[in-house]
């Protein structure tokens, strides 16, 4: 489906009358190289992606978009950004030609009166948001805007702003949060970086505390990780890939279902653990 711009936003929100909200996910992302291998992860994206209904747009919430303030990308053609080393020269390569929206960016600036909203015409398409949507959509013809992340600000408000995007669920728009939930790369084990399920104890004590919360909807417990286990502090040991899981159950309402899928722990540190809301 080829959309180009926004335009026709309001007839989508029309025709969307009285019918399900647009699901939104999160997804954790991994190595850069799942845009280019073919796994059990990248099948799950697939999986998920072939159940998804007909969008309008994508909003991405990446860890790998960290600002002073608020910025959503504005410009007409997002470049793709490799913002990684040492990786092959074929992930190099990749390229995402998604068309932007500054429709849709003006129109979040709008929805979020309260706070300032940088239109940034520089920033683009990082990794948290091609290596995924190279799966969900290969033809890239679905306009995808970024929305960056305040790291000057605490959990709560994160997950408070998600609300305010809400609106965008009613028109179409699939609203995806990518990072990690176990995300420590210092404790990484590289001998057993592609043993599927492999996890440090931390780390599996972490996975089912985060899980327990989000099945249980204790979404309060997550936006106070500091009072949580031990095993969150290794966990997590800055916020950056944990954030954007806090916008999609920003986004949550009460009786919406929610699956996990990928929910794997990998190389001891990582969980790769996804879902979907509605």
């Not at 683009?124 to 929305?147: M, R, S």
């Not at 000057?152 to 669920?169: D, G, I, M, V, W």
């Not at 916020?239 to 001891?268: R, S």
Request: glycine share 8%.
């Amino acid at each position: 489906m080829q959309i180009g711009n926004l335009k026709s936003l309001e007839n989508w929100s029309q025709s969307l009358k009285g019918s399900a909200l647009t699901p939104t996910l999160f997804i954790g992302h991994g190595s850069p190289m799942n845009a280019i291998e073919k796994n059990e992860f990248v099948q799950g994206f697939q999986k998920t992606a072939s159940s998804l209904p007909e969008i309008q747009a994508i909003l991405v919430i990446s860890a790998h978009w960290l600002t002073n303030g608020t910025a959503v990308t504005a410009m007409d053609k997002p470049k793709t950004i490799h913002d990684f080393g040492g990786f092959p020269p074929e992930l190099f390569a990749q390229q995402y030609p998604a068309p932007g929206s500054p429709e849709l960016a003006q129109e979040i600036k709008n929805l979020i009166p309260d706070t300032h909203i940088h239109l940034d015409h520089e920033w683009g398409l990082d990794h948290g948001t091609w290596t995924i949507l190279k799966h969900f959509y290969p033809e890239a013809n679905i306009p995808v805007v970024q929305f960056s992340i305040d790291y000057r600000q605490p959990l709560s408000y994160h997950f408070n702003l998600a609300k305010q995007l809400a609106e965008l669920r009613k028109k179409g728009v699939l609203i995806i949060g990518s990072g990690n939930i176990v995300h420590n790369l210092r404790a990484v084990d590289f001998s057993k970086i592609n043993e599927v399920g492999y996890g440090y104890e931390w780390a599996q004590e972490a996975r089912a505390y985060v899980n327990n919360c989000i099945r249980t909807e204790n979404f309060e417990a997550l936006q106070k990780i500091e009072k949580g286990p031990h095993a969150l502090q290794l966990a997590i040991p800055t916020p950056d890939h944990y954030i954007p899981l806090l916008y999609v159950l920003g986004l949550k309402n009460k009786d919406e279902e929610l699956q996990f899928f990928n929910d794997q722990l990998l190389a001891g540190s990582l969980s790769m653990t996804s879902l979907k809301i509605g």
